[in-house]
């Protein structure tokens, strides 16, 4: 479903490696967790894979199809959540919803069903006539995910899903997550909190310094942290960010 190849990216004319030929295969139907202290490469990994960041080197395949090659159809894959809601803020909730509805060339019958689930799940119905400069943080949050929900992708990318996200909505969100595989869709996931990862995933890769230093379900890398003292240390840094 999702493959990575031998993934690279640096900044600063090369000095900062933040990937490092990283390859993961994650299959129809998995979350998979991907986690990582602060600046581990999580951000620019997701970057790379919907197409904002060009990797120096290494391949992206979205179902099979290249995504720097065949970005468009790639695209229509997948839909992606940032860490932050960076949206449109002279919009109103429904327009933008709308828009990116328009855009997935979702039918009118069909957003309208998903767009009425969505609102209630996360409680937003309230403020939808309203202009998106007026929401809070957690409100534009939840409108880029049910923007997100609108097109039903089969690959569901998000960055640190869970910060700023109520309670209530956390869970939700959870349910909605679990859902989408059980459908043989595919979740993809960046986080810093070791407790995240672990009520989520199936499987996760530990990203550190831009390589991925641990790849399995939570408790294989558990035992694998008894064993090795490099992972054990990033457990308990992960541990101390909760
Ligand atoms: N535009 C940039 N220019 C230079 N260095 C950058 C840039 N963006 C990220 N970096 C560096 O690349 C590395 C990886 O950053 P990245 O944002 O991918 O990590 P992250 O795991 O998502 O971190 P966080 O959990 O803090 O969001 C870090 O060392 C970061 O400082």
């Not at 904002?52 to 992206?60: E, Q, S």
């Not at 179902?63 to 940032?82: F, H, M, T």
């Not at 049910?146 to 939700?172: N, R, T, W, Y």
Request: hydrophobic share 40%; proline share 4%; aromatic share 8%.
């Amino acid at each position: 479903m999702l493959k990575l190849q031998n993934l690279s990216k640096t900044y600063s004319k090369g000095e900062v490696k933040a990937v490092d030929n990283i390859n993961l295969d994650i299959k129809p139907g998995e979350i998979f967790g991907f986690l990582g202290p602060n600046g581990a490469g999580k951000t620019t990994t997701i970057k790379m894979i919907v197409g904002l960041l060009k990797p120096d080197d290494g391949k992206v395949y979205i179902n099979g199809i290249d995504a720097w090659e065949n970005p468009i159809e790639a695209k229509r894959q997948l839909s992606y959540v940032p860490d932050t809601p960076e949206i449109y803020d002279k919009l109103k909730g429904i327009e933008y919803l709308n828009f990116i509805a328009d855009m997935y060339e979702v039918p009118r019958e069909i957003r309208q069903e998903r767009m009425e689930k969505y609102l209630e799940i996360f409680n937003l119905k309230h403020a939808i006539g309203d202009i998106i400069g007026s929401y809070s943080h957690g409100m534009k949050q939840k409108l880029v995910l049910i923007s997100a929900l609108i097109h039903e992708p089969s690959l569901f990318i998000l960055d640190e899903p869970m910060v700023g996200l109520d309670p209530k909505s956390s869970f939700q969100l959870k349910e909605i997550m679990r859902e989408r595989c059980d459908e043989g869709k595919t979740v993809f996931f960046s986080t810093h909190i070791l407790e995240v990862a672990e009520k989520l995933c199936d499987r996760l890769a530990i990203i550190n310094k831009g390589k991925i230093i641990a790849l399995g379900t939570m408790e294989e890398l558990r035992s694998r942290a008894e064993e090795r003292e490099s992972l054990e240390k990033i457990f308990l840094e992960l541990t101390e960010n909760e």
